[in-house]
């Protein structure tokens, strides 16, 4: 069973900057795609941002200049640091997890970001 933990939501200005983290545990997790997906009022969930094991990522283009996804595999932890925010990114912000891009088998319950024109 594969676990995922985000942390790092909140209220920021437009302009701010917020990091947001994921703390993964279970089998093979270290070996997983790691993703952030975003979810706002009454849109689809899309991707954010995600990363392979070996460092290799891909952004949406929204965000793209202004996210930055990383990961420590020691730390079975996934970042995502967000800058320039505008109020169009806010949404609740999830972790996912998978064995290939863009097909999460594990979700985290979600963060709230918040931002204020």
């Known amino acids: 069973q594969v676990q995922l933990v985000e942390s790092g939501g909140g209220l920021v200005q437009a302009g701010g900057s917020l990091r947001l983290s994921c703390a993964a545990s279970g089998n093979f997790v270290s070996m997983f795609v790691m993703g952030w997906y975003r979810q706002a009022p009454g849109k689809q969930r899309e991707l954010v941002a995600d990363?392979?094991?070996?460092?290799?990522?891909n952004y949406a283009d929204s965000v793209k200049g202004r996210f930055t996804i990383s990961r420590d595999n020691a730390k079975n932890t996934v970042y995502l640091q967000m800058n320039s925010l505008t109020p169009t990114d806010a949404a609740v912000y999830y972790c996912?997890?998978?064995?290939?891009?863009?097909?999460?088998?594990?979700w985290g319950q979600g963060t709230q970001v918040t931002v204020s024109s």
């Open positions: 996912s997890a998978g064995a290939v891009p863009g097909s999460p088998a594990y």
């Open positions: 990363i392979t094991r070996g460092g290799i990522t």
